[in-house]
Nanobody
């Protein structure tokens, strides 16, 4: 399984970024797909996930600002991030669970300047 992220970068506080994750398998091969993030010195944390049935889950810190979506035909999952805050600065990882296996992308850096 390969997951390839794109779309990170540097943005000012209040701005927006969109992340993309392309999977090497049909997204219906996965129980859950989504996004996690990890800031320096901190544990990796859930940002947003979506089940194969379309049920979404968001961290409280991003609710109302971030939106997870997918494109079934492109085997891709996306994260639209609005109203970004400096505390959103992290490496963002695409995640996909298939049976009992957790799969991760290589990560993409998101930096929000104040």
């Amino acid at each position: 399984v390969q997951l390839v992220e794109s779309g990170g970068g540097l943005v000012q506080a209040g701005g927006s970024l969109s992340l993309s994750c392309a999977a090497s398998l049909s997204i219906f091969s996965f129980n859950t797909m989504g996004w996690y993030r990890q800031a320096p010195g901190k544990q990796r944390e859930l940002v947003a996930t979506m089940t194969s049935g379309g049920t979404t889950n968001y961290a409280d810190s991003v609710k109302g600002r971030f939106t997870i979506s997918r494109n079934n035909a492109k085997n891709a999952v996306y994260l639209q991030m609005n109203s970004l805050k400096p505390e959103d600065t992290s490496v963002y990882y695409c995640y996909a669970r298939r049976f009992s296996n957790d799969n991760w992308g290589q990560g993409t850096q998101v930096t929000v300047s104040s």
